[in-house]
């Protein structure tokens, strides 16, 4: 099975571990030191590396681009339940991070959008798992809603 870091620069490594930390997620040390830290989301299957913004640009020659004035990508993570996604977003915001947008709630899925210190964009997620297994149109029909897109 095929493992998926997603990588995001930082101004301040323990900051960000703290914020990571906060949401739930662990440090794995064998992959962690002074330059990035990585941070486990589901064991064996996805993580973040968190690298300072230095060590970030050894790995590009493009300039890296700030996060707090311009998205280029929003990370998303979906999680087993509605409260699991209020309770992540709420120590989130208590460690530092901002909700820009307010929730959005589909009915067969809800999301929320968080904002790291860094500016870097986290939706949490949760979706019906018989619509993720139907598709959210299938799902709609069955239900006697309207098309959701």
Known sequence: MAMIFVNLP???LDRAKAFYTALGFTINPLFTDDNAACVVVE???SAFMILTREFFQ?????????PTSAASVATAVMLDSRD????TVT????AGGTEARPATDYGFMYQRQLTDPDGNILEFGWMDPKAAEQGPEAYAQQ???????
């Open 43 to 45: 064991e064996d299957h």
């Open 84 to 87: 699991h996604v209020d309770s």
């Open 10 to 12: 930082v101004t301040d």
């Open 91 to 94: 120590a989130g915001l208590g």
């Open 143 to 149: 239900q006697g809603a309207p098309d959701p897109s």
């Open 58 to 66: 050894t790995f590009t020659d493009l300039p890296i681009g700030d």
